[in-house]
Every structure is written in structure tokens, then in C-alpha cells.
């Protein structure tokens, strides 16, 4: 009996009257708190040795003005888009990692709308972002879903391309980002609830709610409806950023109806006046999304909206040549694999703006040009003496002048 009562815990010395559970081992006894460090110092040691098979994605947070210095290395010009979102992600970011305070304060999260026009760089800040900061991303484009019940998919498949893209690492895929392309697809057709069945508009609209505000969704880890016997995976939104995106074409309209810019009398400024008219975008605000035909209750969920400027000559003349990853570069990087040397005069470089412009494609417009003119030499140099391409005015006129790109001018 006498050694029964001496029992005690051999790595922190505690008796057995002082712990709830004692382990017998063959010398020795463990008690419950020691089994819990010794499994928490498991955890690290492991992941410290382990730590590339763990998982790939390891939070980089960075400071709003690194974020915007690191986007201006990949997309030209949209300042005020970069600081907004530099801002909210930061925000976002700074929310997840930082402990939970005494005062309850809870901080909500600050999912993002863009409203620009096509080619103008909303996915590639959504991405660059993702890059930076070593999350994972996944791109949605929101015109395939219906509401549930129909033909199409659920809004819940949005969730399982994350799980995809981080090899289903759940606790990644709970902080990542998830870039929902075309939400102006999904407006109801007109500011009047629909009295006819909507099921590709205001139906998702509903969808979404839930899943943007934070809450735990069963997800297919195949994908929708074509795998029912498939076992769900558990996923939490809350910590995870949804950033949309759309053309929003029209809306201009609906601004300019509200901020009426159409003022007369003596005191007008007429050159702001017409720059104004130029970039109505800049005034877009929750009301005119209301007002083309996105429910109240989704834009209560995404409180930061933001708008990128249409791009101008000068913007997409640096676009060819400025960015890490400009144009430009990756056609004499193409050139480079095969031991040629492309040099492009500027004259040239001014000449493919102004068909960007002509074309009212945005940043895409300058790649299809691109093409065009670069097409017959990557097909007829590879494995050719040829050594060096110089690309001039009239080499790219002619070669313009030959596709079919006079088709899409707008009038």
C-alpha cells in the first residue's frame, strides 16, 4: 500500500493526488499535462524537420506600402486600386494572425469588389497579391453557377478549386484567397426583386451570402453534382478573402445619372468636367451596384469597393515594356530559347498602342497584337541560321494589315 501512496509523475515530479490521470510505464509514470507538452514538442520538432512536406504555403504578411511596392512591379498605374487593396489585405491578414483581445472586439472581414473595364488588370492584382503573400488562390468565374437544383454548378464548387490548389490542406485553403471573376453576371435583371425565376442571378446572389460573411461549408472535394457519393470535406470561410471582380458594363450610365454631370452656369470647370465624363468609374459607390442589380444584402458583405482607371495611351505603352513580366520580355525570352535576339523599335511599340486603343481591348489587346506581328517569325526562324529579328514600323504594319484585327476596330 505504502507504494501505491508515493506514486508520482517522473517528468514534472507531481504526486498522484495532484493530477487527474497517472500512465504507468515499466520504470516510471506520466501524467496527462506532461503527455500534452510531449506532444505539442512532437508537433514542432516534426514540422520544423518536415517543414517543405507540411505544407508549401507559409504566411508572408507584409506592411500596406510593401504590398503596393511589390504590385507596382507587375501592374502599371491604378493607384488608387493598389492602396485600397494593399489596405484590406493587410487589414485581413493582420486579423487572422493577431490573438484574440480581452475586450471582445471583433474584427469583421473586408472582402473586396473592383468595378473596371475589361483588360485592366483586376485578376492580375488579385494574383500578384496571392503571390506575394504565399497564400493559396483560386479564380471562380462566377457566370457557371445556378442556383442549387439546376443545371450548372453549386457555389459551393468555388470552395473545392482552393482545396485543389493547396493539395487538399484544409487549414491552407481556410486562409486563402478566392477571386471570383464576372460578378456582374449574376445581377438580376433589372433593381426589382424578379417575380419569374432567376436561377442564374439573384439565386447565386443568395448563395453567397453565408459563405462571404464566414461559415462552415460541406464541400465536394470532386467538384458539384457529378460524384454524390463522394464524402464532404468540412471548410471554415471565415478567414478566407473573397475578392470579385466585373466589367459592370452600363454602370457608367448609372453614375452619371446620380453625380448629374451634366452642370451648366458660369462657375463650371469644364476641362474637369470632361475628365470626369472620361473616368465615371472613379465615382462608383455600393448605390450604383444596388442599382444595377446586385442585392443589398451581398454588398453589406463586401464593404470595400474599389474601381481600376481605363487604361491610356501611356499606360499601355508602359505596360509593353515596364513590368517584370512585360510583354515585351517574354517575346525575347521565346526568342532567346531558339538564339535569336528580338529588338522592337519604339516607333513600332507606339504603333501597337494605338491599335490596343483602336480596338478598345484593354492589356489582352496588346498580346493579340503582339501575336499577330510576331506569329510568321516563331513559325518560320526556329531552326534557321537567323540570329537576330528586328522588328520595324513597316514589318508590323504589313503584318497588321494581313489578319483580321481590322474587324474588331470599333467604330
Do not use: W
Request: charged letters at 25%.
Amino acid at each position: 500500500m505504502a507504494k501505491q501512496t508515493n506514486l508520482h509523475c517522473s517528468f514534472c515530479g507531481k504526486s498522484r493526488d495532484e493530477v487527474k490521470i497517472l500512465i504507468a510505464g515499466q520504470e516510471g509514470h506520466i501524467c496527462e499535462n506532461c503527455v500534452e507538452h510531449a506532444q505539442e514538442i512532437i508537433v514542432q520538432e516534426l514540422q520544423k524537420r518536415h517543414e517543405v512536406q507540411t505544407t508549401q504555403y507559409r504566411f508572408n504578411i507584409r506592411k500596406p506600402l510593401e504590398i503596393k511596392e511589390f504590385l507596382d512591379q507587375y501592374v502599371i498605374g491604378q493607384s488608387d486600386a493598389k492602396k485600397i487593396l494593399s489596405v484590406a489585405v493587410y487589414n485581413h491578414y493582420k486579423r487572422i494572425t493577431q490573438k484574440q483581445q480581452a475586450d471582445e472586439v471583433e474584427i469583421e472581414k473586408s472582402n473586396i469588389i473592383m468595378v473596371g473595364e475589361t483588360g485592366t488588370g483586376k485578376t492580375l492584382l488579385a494574383k500578384t497579391i496571392a503571390k506575394l503573400l504565399n497564400v493559396p488562390f483560386a479564380i471562380v468565374d462566377a457566370t457557371v453557377f445556378t442556383e442549387a437544383g439546376y443545371v450548372g454548378e453549386d457555389v459551393e464548387s468555388m470552395l473545392t478549386r482552393l482545396l485543389q490548389v493547396c493539395n487538399y490542406d484544409v487549414a491552407a485553403a481556410e486562409k486563402g484567397i478566392v477571386y471570383i471573376d464576372e460578378l456582374d453576371k449574376i445581377a438580376r435583371k433589372g433593381d426589382n426583386p424578379s417575380i419569374t425565376r432567376d436561377v442564374s442571378g439573384e439565386g447565386v446572389q443568395q448563395g453567397l451570402l453565408k459563405m462571404l460573411e464566414g461559415t462552415e461549408v460541406l464541400v465536394p472535394p470532386q467538384g458539384g453534382r457529378k460524384h454524390p457519393e463522394q464524402k464532404m470535406i468540412k471548410l471554415n470561410t471565415s478567414n478566407i478573402l473573397f475578392v470579385c471582380g466585373g466589367a459592370f458594363d452600363g454602370i457608367t450610365k448609372i453614375i452619371a445619372r446620380r453625380i448629374n454631370t451634366n452642370s451648366i452656369g458660369f462657375n463650371v470647370n469644364k476641362n474637369e468636367q470632361e475628365a470626369q465624363r472620361e473616368n465615371l468609374l472613379q465615382f462608383v459607390n455600393a448605390q450604383d451596384l444596388k442599382s444595377f442589380g446586385l442585392i443589398p444584402e451581398l454588398l453589406g458583405r463586401l464593404p470595400v469597393v474599389t474601381h481600376l482607371d481605363p487604361l491610356d495611351a501611356a499606360t499601355l505603352r508602359s505596360i509593353l515594356t515596364e513590368p517584370k513580366n512585360s510583354l515585351i520580355k517574354q517575346y525575347s525570352r521565346l526568342f532567346a530559347y531558339e538564339g535569336i535576339e528580338l529588338t522592337i523599335e519604339p516607333a513600332v511599340l507606339d504603333f501597337m498602342v494605338q491599335k490596343a486603343l483602336e480596338y478598345k481591348l484593354g492589356a489582352r489587346g496588346l498580346r493579340t497584337i503582339c501575336e499577330h506581328i510576331l506569329t510568321d517569325a516563331m513559325f518560320e526562324l526556329p531552326g534557321t541560321e537567323v540570329t537576330k529579328l528586328d522588328v520595324t514600323l513597316e514589318y508590323a504594319a504589313q503584318k497588321i494589315s494581313k489578319s483580321k484585327l481590322n474587324l474588331l476596330k470599333v467604330a
